[in-house]
């Protein structure tokens, strides 16, 4: 029986190494990650048969060259994609933030869920069979301030983006996912206006948490499409 084959991007770290990870474990699964710094690559697939290549989402060249390499090294076209790829910024409000910073963010977390999800796609569509999961967050559902304006209003164009092709390419096999995850223990932290308490990180949910929820998304039988997740801390507040 042939292996998935899985590509995470982000996944030289927080959740998406989790998942990378979770995936390497299980016999039916062959997995490639994507990241900005190689380092952070190795590391991850330190111990595991992961394969690594970095990428810039935010230059569509860098995409299109990753993904021709994942086919090669994977065997074969990619039958999952998760987008775990995101970036913030300390100074998150509209005062405080330079249109430079805007930029950015837009760049990476929206644009480049895009250029991946392009890539992705159009071989997905012909095969009649794929699975794309984008891990968005709960900013993506409620703008909220401690996320900031920046991070919300790309979360916000992920969560459409995710939701528009999900129902545009379900009549051809291809499902896509938004996963929203409240807040979790990663290197993302270290980009809070104010540092975070270990009492306070003893509450959130750890990477591995959400690693485990994509990986039963991903075992889920074809015929069932999950449109969207919200994984939370059971102390942070939803409502």
């Not at 699964?29 to 900005?36: C, E, K, N, T």
């Not at 990619?78 to 805007?102: F, H, K, L």
């Not at 796609?121 to 891990?135: A, E, F, W």
Request: with cysteine; net charge neutral; charged share 20%.
């Amino acid at each position: 029986m042939s292996k998935t084959r899985v590509v995470v991007i982000g996944g030289g770290s927080g959740m998406g190494r989790s998942t990378a990870r979770i995936l390497s474990q299980r016999e039916n699964f062959s997995v490639a990650i994507g990241g900005r710094t190689v380092e952070k690559l190795n590391e991850a697939a330190e111990g595991t048969s992961i394969l690594c290549h970095a990428i810039d989402v935010a230059d569509r060249e860098s995409v299109n060259v990753f993904f021709q390499w994942a086919e090669q090294a994977l065997g074969g076209p990619v039958d999952v994609m998760v987008n775990a790829a995101g970036i913030n910024i300390p100074n998150r409000s509209m005062q405080q933030m330079s249109p430079e910073q805007w930029d950015q963010m837009i760049a990476i977390n929206l644009t480049g869920a895009y250029n991946c999800m392009l890539a992705v796609l159009s071989n997905m569509r012909s095969r009649k069979d794929g699975l794309i999961i984008n891990v968005s967050s709960v900013a993506g559902k409620r703008a909220i301030a401690l996320a900031g304006i920046a991070y919300s209003a790309s979360k916000f164009g992920m969560t459409a983006l995710g939701t528009c092709v999900a129902n545009e390419a379900a009549v051809d096999g291809v499902r896509v996912t938004n996963v929203y995850p409240g807040e979790v223990d990663t290197p993302l932290l270290k980009q809070r206006p104010a540092p975070v308490t270990e009492e306070h990180r003893g509450r959130m949910l750890q990477a591995d948490h959400v690693g485990e929820l994509i990986t039963s998304l991903i075992e889920l039988p074809k015929a069932v499409h999950v449109p969207e997740v919200v994984v939370k801390p059971l102390t942070q507040e939803w409502c």
